[in-house]
C-alpha cells in the first residue's frame, strides 16, 4: 500500500483488522461451543447441550457477514500480496469454523439421545480423552491464527494423525461393545457419531493451521504429509 | 472492465474463462471418482476401487492449482461485481468438490473391506439406491454450475432434504441388521460409512447450487431453508 495516500491506507488496515478480530471472535465462539457440547456429554447435561444448538446459528452467520466483508474489502482495495493471502485464508478458515460450529451441534444432539438412555457413562471415557485432546488442537489452531504463527500452526497440525489413532481405536472399542450388548447398538451408534465429530473436528483444526502455514510462508501446505509439511516450513 | 482497452479486457475474460473450464474439467473429475467409486460398490469391484483410491491425488491438485489462479486473477486483474462473485463462487466450489473427491475415496475403500467380508450383496440394495438419487444430484449441480443456472441450482439443492431421509432409513436398516446379525457388525459399520459417504456428497452438491445462486443472483443463500431459498430466488 506504499503508493497510496496515508489516510486510505490506515482505513485499509483498519479494515483489515476488523476482519481479524471478527475471525477471532467467532473462532471464540465455535470454540466454545464444541467446548459446551464435551461439557454436555461428559455431564450428560441435556440443557447445556439445547444451549449449543440453540447458538447454532450464531456460528453460521459470522460466516455469511464475514465472507461479505472479504467480498467488500477485495472489491474496494484491491489487496495484493500478504493482504490478498491473508483474505484467502480468512475465506478457508471461517468454513471450517463454520464446519467446527456444525459438528458441535451434532455432538450436542448426540448428548440428548445418549442421556435419555441406560448406557453407563463409563463406556465414555475414551470419548472425553479424545475431546479434550481435539479440544486443545482447536485452541492451538486459534492461537496459531490469532499471532499468525507457522510454527505453533505446524505443531498443531501434527498432532492431527494422533487423533485419527485415537478414532480408530475409540471405533473399535465400541465396535467390541456393539458385538458383547447388541441391544444397546443404537446408543453405541450415537457414541460412535461423536466420535466421528472429534475426528472430524480435528481435521478442521489442522486445516486452519495449513492456512496459516499459506498466508505466512505463501506456501499452499495441503494434501501433504505432516513430514513434507515440515519440510516446507522449516526448509525455509 | 468498460474503462479498460479491449485488449485487456479481451485477455481478462479468458483467464476467467480458463477457471471456468478447470472448475469443470476439476466436477468432471470428482463426478467420475464418485461414479467409479459406487460402480465398484455395486460389483463389489476390487481393482476399480483401487484406481479411484490411486486418481485421488488428481482432484487434489485441481484444488490447489485453481485456487493459485483464482489469487492470481485477484492480484492482477482486481475483479468488481459479479466477476468477484464468481471467484469467490469458484474459490468456495472447489473445496465441496475436494471433498467430494475424499468422500468416493473413503466409499473405494470401504468397498475394498466390504468385498473381502461375507456380507451378502442383497443389505447393499438400499445404499446403491441412495447412491444413484446422490450421483444425480451431483451431476445436476455440476450442470446448474456451467450454465450457471439458478433455477436448477434451486431445484438440485431442494432434493438434499430428501437424501436425507434416504439417509435415515438406511441406518436405521443398518442398524437392524447388526441386532440380528452383531457378528458381522463390523462389516455393516462399512456400509454406514458409506452411507454417510453419500449423505455428505449430497451436502457438498447442495453447497456447490448455493454458490451458483450466489453468483446468478448476488444473494447468500446458505444456511437457511429450501423454502426460504425458493423465496430469495423466485422472489427475485
Known amino acids: 500500500m506504499s503508493n497510496v495516500p496515508h489516510h486510505i491506507s490506515r482505513q485499509f488496515d483498519n479494515e483489515l ?22 461439557e454436555a456429554l461428559i ?36 489487496p495484493a500480496a500478504g493482504d490478498l493471502r491473508f483474505v484467502m485464508a480468512v475465506i478457508k478458515t471461517i468454513t471450517d469454523l463454520e464446519r467446527i460450529g456444525d459438528e458441535a451441534d451434532k455432538i450436542a444432539r ?19 480423552t479424545m475431546g479434550v485432546f481435539v479440544r486443545d488442537m482447536v485452541r492451538d489452531a486459534l492461537n496459531a491464527f490469532a499471532r499468525m504463527d507457522s510454527q505453533e500452526a505446524l505443531v498443531t497440525a501434527g498432532k492431527e494423525p494422533e487423533s ?20 444397546n447398538i443404537s ?12 475426528e472430524r473436528i480435528a481435521d478442521h483444526a489442522r ?25 516446507e516450513v522449516r526448509g525455509g
Chains 1, 2 share one sequence.
Open 43 to 78: 455431564r450428560f447435561d441435556v440443557s447445556l447441550a439445547e444451549q449449543v444448538i440453540e447458538n447454532e446459528v450464531k456460528v453460521n452467520s459470522c460466516e455469511v457477514s464475514i465472507d461479505e466483508e472479504c467480498v467488500t474489502l477485495l472489491a474496494r482495495r484491491q
Open 17 to 38: 483488522e476488523t476482519i481479524r478480530s471478527d475471525v477471532l471472535a467467532m473462532g471464540g465462539l465455535a470454540e466454545q461451543q464444541f467446548s459446551d457440547a464435551l
Open 110 to 128: 448426540m448428548t440428548i439421545n445418549l442421556a435419555e438412555k441406560s448406557v453407563p457413562r463409563s463406556n465414555y471415557i475414551g470419548i472425553n
Open 207 to 231: 486445516n486452519i493451521c495449513e492456512y496459516v502455514i499459506y498466508f505466512v510462508e505463501g506456501k499452499d501446505v495441503r494434501h501433504i504429509s505432516i513430514e513434507q509439511m515440515e519440510d
Open 164 to 183: 485419527d489413532e485415537q478414532y480408530a481405536a475409540l471405533l473399535r472399542q465400541l465396535i467390541t461393545y456393539m458385538m458383547e450388548d447388541p441391544r
Open 187 to 198: 446408543s453405541f451408534m450415537d457414541a460412535v457419531w461423536v466420535a466421528r465429530a472429534l
